[in-house]
């Protein structure tokens, strides 16, 4: 089984976002029992929290649930849990890998390095722009799904 855990700020917008959208992406493909999929916070601001209204109504204009989602935060063990951790920005790569204490085994990456562009997921937090975040995330998943499953 493939672990993937998605990882940013707070746990309440991109990574839940890009941990619905893979568990959609990985259902609609009947791969479900390959995957093990769930998001973390760099953060201990919004433990316990769901996902924040506005990106659960984002995912939900595509026919994605979020129901049952609390923040939590990244801890040292989900290193060797997962065989993906993917960051949403490069301040998330730099507190996970301080979390996880590095990354010997090259298992950090940011989410739109799957992409034709890498970069970072803007935060919606405070662009405001859920739009944008659904194009990046998507993108970032699909472009993930297919590394894994052109590689195993």
């Given at each position: 089984?493939?672990?993937?855990?998605?990882?940013?700020?707070?746990?309440?917008?991109?990574?839940?976002?890009?941990?619905?959208?893979?568990?959609?992406?990985?259902?609609?493909?009947?791969?479900?029992?390959?995957?093990?999929?769930?998001?973390?916070?760099?953060?201990t601001?919004?433990?316990?929290?769901?996902?924040?209204?506005?990106?659960?109504?984002?995912?939900?204009?595509?026919?994605?649930?979020?129901?049952?989602?609390?923040?939590?935060?990244?801890?040292?063990?989900?290193?060797?849990?997962?065989d993906?951790?993917?960051?949403?920005d490069?301040?998330?790569?730099?507190?996970?890998?301080?979390?996880?204490?590095?990354?010997?085994?090259?298992?950090?990456?940011?989410?739109?390095?799957?992409?034709?562009r890498?970069?970072?997921?803007?935060?919606?937090?405070?662009?405001?722009?859920?739009?944008?975040?659904?194009?990046?995330?998507?993108?970032?998943?699909?472009?993930?799904?297919?590394?894994?499953?052109?590689?195993?």
């Amino acid at each position: 089984m493939t672990g993937i855990l998605f990882v940013c700020h707070g746990n309440i917008c991109r990574s839940p976002m890009a941990e619905f959208v893979m568990k959609d992406l990985v259902k609609k493909a009947g791969l479900e029992k390959r995957f093990h999929i769930e998001s973390a916070a760099t953060s201990t601001e919004e433990i316990g929290n769901p996902v924040y209204p506005p990106a659960r109504r984002k995912l939900a204009e595509h026919g994605i649930g979020c129901a049952g989602h609390a923040a939590r935060q990244l801890r040292r063990p989900d290193y060797e849990e997962y065989d993906f951790l993917v960051g949403m920005d490069g301040a998330n790569l730099r507190n996970m890998r301080r979390i996880c204490g590095g990354d010997p085994e090259g298992k950090i990456s940011l989410l739109l390095d799957f992409t034709d562009r890498p970069g970072d997921v803007a935060d919606p937090w405070y662009t405001g722009d859920f739009e944008a975040t659904w194009r990046d995330v998507l993108a970032g998943c699909q472009g993930l799904l297919a590394h894994i499953t052109h590689s195993r």
